[in-house]
Antibody, heavy 113, light 107 residues
Framework: QVQLKESGPGLVQPSQTLSLTCTVS????????VHWVRQPPGKGLEWVGA???????DYNSALKSRLSISRDTSKSQVFLKMNSLQTEDTAIYFC???????WGQGVMVTVSS | DIQMTQSPPSLSASLGDKVTITCQAS??????IAWYQQKPGKAPRLLIR???TLESGTPSRFSGSGSGRDYSFSISNVESEDIASYYC?????????FGAGTKLELK
């Protein structure tokens, strides 16, 4: 069955780089896109970006200067890297397939010194 | 970027009521709108895609409609398990954009 699972550090210092991994199973990254969505505590959902089946990427306009999404198809993993982190980047980060209904459980990332 | 204006931000309903949430896009999104339900501490759950296509497992009391810029999502006969937040998402143009959400509470 289709599964996605996020992993990464729970705490990142301000100005540092966030690195998250989404490990997928039950489908191929070369045939399907994977998206990242985040949700600050108590707030709404924000689309972060995506990597498409061909390997191209698209990003949220407000984040694109700090954001990179890549993948390792042999390991069925998608990576998110965001630099120059600020407290406003504190959020739960989800990987998902849009508009399919498959989501990871999310990983909470706190930006704090 | 396409802006999704979702209303109301919150909604109070009694069990058995019908409730409706709307999303207006800043431009035509050609029915490429999805609706999600989210309960506290959980990942969002996709209920409806392409305006009105119910996902497998979505109860028939949920429905969606609309075209062009204007879309709506309804729950007929609200049940206690429907208490949650709801979000619309346009996925026709990049970057994809969510509505701000609607919190459904029991009256």
């Amino acid at each position: 069955q289709v599964q996605l699972k996020e992993s990464g550090p729970g705490l990142v210092q301000p100005s540092q780089t966030l690195s998250l991994t989404c490990t997928v199973s039950g489908f191929s990254l070369t045939s399907n896109s994977v998206h990242w969505v985040r949700q600050p505590p108590g707030k709404g959902l924000e689309w972060v970006g995506a990597i498409w089946s061909g390997g191209s990427t698209d990003y949220n306009s407000a984040l694109k200067s700090r954001l990179s999404i890549s993948r390792d198809t042999s390991k069925s993993q998608v990576f998110l890297k965001m630099n120059s982190l600020q407290t406003e980047d504190t959020a739960i980060y989800f990987c998902t397939r849009i508009p399919k209904g498959y989501w990871g459980q999310g990983v909470m990332v706190t930006v704090s010194s | 970027d396409i802006q999704m204006t979702q209303s109301p931000p919150s909604l109070s309903a009694s069990l058995g009521d019908k409730v409706t949430i709307t999303c207006q896009a800043s431009q035509n999104i050609n029915k490429y709108i999805a609706w999600y339900q989210q309960k506290p501490g959980k990942a969002p759950r996709l209920l409806i895609r392409y305006t009105s296509t119910l996902e497998s497992g979505t109860p028939s009391r949920f429905s969606g409609s609309g075209s062009g810029r204007d879309y709506s999502f309804s729950i007929s006969n609200v049940e206690s398990e429907d208490i949650a937040s709801y979000y619309c998402l346009q996925y026709v143009n990049l970057p994809y954009t969510f509505g701000a959400g609607t919190k459904l509470e029991l009256k």
